[in-house]
């Protein structure tokens, strides 16, 4: 049985130190044989060196990067995004500018027999806006009439964008396929919160208008519906308790505006409809090149974002899922999440009541309350995650958890071992995972820690 052990990693770590070399640290400590290469992204947490502030890995230039911005790191060939207005999108770092990251890398890692994924991060979080000409303009739009900021999937450019540029790296290089991430949740989930929320409640410009009422959604309903939603979060997170409580006024909200989770649900499609048409695109252009997706770490902490991944669903349009379980970092991630919904929904309780009822219905068994955040959690939780994941997609695409290796933690937070990068890894194959993503990027991994994943690659016999 073949098994895919990929890594993502950005331009940085090449132009600093060398393109053979880091593929032979690869091959050598981790046994990789696939590459998630950041060819597009404006966070620097997958495009840039350490996040300041951070300890600098045991290799790669001692400094941070403190003017990333990000954008395309290889070469746009202009004649692919004809249906679109986005453009000047390229890198402008200095070290990278010019430094075509699928060109420079694609030669020596198939001379050792390592397969390359061109890794598109859609960030929203990033001030894309700042760098890209106009690109406000595809910013989604709330009950208000304000733009956001965050751009939106129902407007033809922005979708175009994206679109274009699988076809661009499909069609320009012979790799092996494309991975791409979108950590976005829709209106609904960015009023509950949990660490994951975007700015502003969309979309209701004129696109989503149009595609709504298709649907037979009330369009001006919806907008009072939300307008209604953010004046409930916003009073709670006030402390400003309703009459009735603040789960029991939640739940009549939902009863008296309906289109609340109707506008979700739309939201959500649209984000679907953008897999489904990447995925026909990829398959019409060449049917052999792989198409998968990174479904955020939130899927494992909350049940309102987790209903709304069914892996049976995306299995229809995925060649392989990157179900994110990163256990080192997410005992502090779980606990934040919880204590977020303590600011609103949740709030006449308190979050040490909370976590153990998420845990029943989350299927999550980890440490007690006062221990999560230097506990973490187990390789036993990256068993379980793998196996549902497998259920879920019933051998119709392939799962490849994601597996943090020294993703930065808050102080007094688990300090990652290499005996913890090679349970984790252990667990992950022993479920049944066809493959793994070592997370979230070479620069800021010790190598240490990546060599556990070597051990563990050794231990189960491959």
Known sequence: MHRTVAIQVGAISFIDEGVAPVLDIFREKAGINALYLATHTFDRGTGGRQIEGYPLPDHGVQEYDRGFQGGNFATTHDEYYGNTFIADFEAPEADTRGWDIIEKVLPEARRRG????????????????????????VSEIDPWGRRTGTPCFNHPDYRNWHLSLVEDYIKSYDIAGVAWASERQGPLGNLIGGGWNTRGIGCFCEFCRAKASERGIDVEAAQRAYKAASAYFEACRRGERPRDGYFVTFWRLLLEHPEIIAYEKFWTDGLRAMYGEMFGLVKAIRPEAKIGWHIMHLNSFSPFYRAEQDFAKLATYSDFIKAVVYHNCAGGRFRRFVESLHESIFRDAEPQETYRFLYRILGIDEAEWDDLPRAGFSADYVRRETVRALAGVSGRCEIWPGIDIDIPVGKGERDESPEDVTGAVVAAFEAGAQGVVLSRKYSEMRLANLAGVGEALRRIGV
């Open 114 to 137: 390592i397969d390359v994924y061109c890794w598109i991060n859609e960030n929203p979080y990033a001030p894309i806006s700042r760098y890209i000409p106009n690109f406000i303009q």
